[in-house]
């Protein structure tokens, strides 16, 4: 189990796609849990969650997961678990943003922002869980360990 756990393949493509999401992701996690990039720090960030009625325990999951899950796919560490929790965090967007709609908000029209990103972050979760970290990850070093 363990085995397959971190068995990945040397792929080019499952590199960028995680190296990418987790550097697009990282600073929205770094907001979350470290108040940096204009955030709100790890207390502030539970209190809006909790203040729009979700529940601590998950309140606390999606700071963790955000922020942790960015930096796993950065290294290719724990990918799968780290890419797992980062779409289950994007579950709960697209949920929470439906209500403004498809797109970003680019052109500052809408009441809040849409999510079509959160969709995409997940498209990159779910490969990212079936393929594993691909080339120059550290799940593949310990993976070649555990052969």
């Known amino acids: 189990m363990l085995q397959k756990f971190f068995k990945t393949d040397s792929d080019l493509g ?3 796609l995680r190296v990418v999401a987790g550097v697009v992701l990282f600073p929205h ?5 470290l108040g940096w ?3 709100y720090g790890f207390t ?3 209190g809006y969650l909790v203040g729009i009625g979700i529940p601590t325990p998950i309140a606390f999951l999606v700071i963790i997961g955000e922020f942790f899950g960015a930096l796993g796919l950065i290294f290719g560490f724990l990918t799968r678990l780290s890419a797992l929790g980062i ?3 994007m579950l709960g967007a697209v949920y929470v943003h439906i209500p403004n709609g498809f797109f970003v908000n680019w052109a500052g029209n809408q009441q809040g922002e849409g999510y079509e ?3 995409l972050v997940i498209g990159i979760s779910l490969v ?3 393929k594993g970290a691909g080339k120059a990850s550290i799940d593949s070093l310990i993976g070649k360990k555990l052969d």
């Open 117 to 119: 990103f959160h969709l």
């Open 128 to 130: 990212l869980f079936i």
């Open 29 to 33: 996690g770094a907001q979350k849990i």
């Open 87 to 89: 779409g289950i965090v």
């Open 37 to 39: 990039f204009g955030g």
């Open 14 to 16: 499952s590199l960028i």
């Open 44 to 46: 502030g960030t539970m």
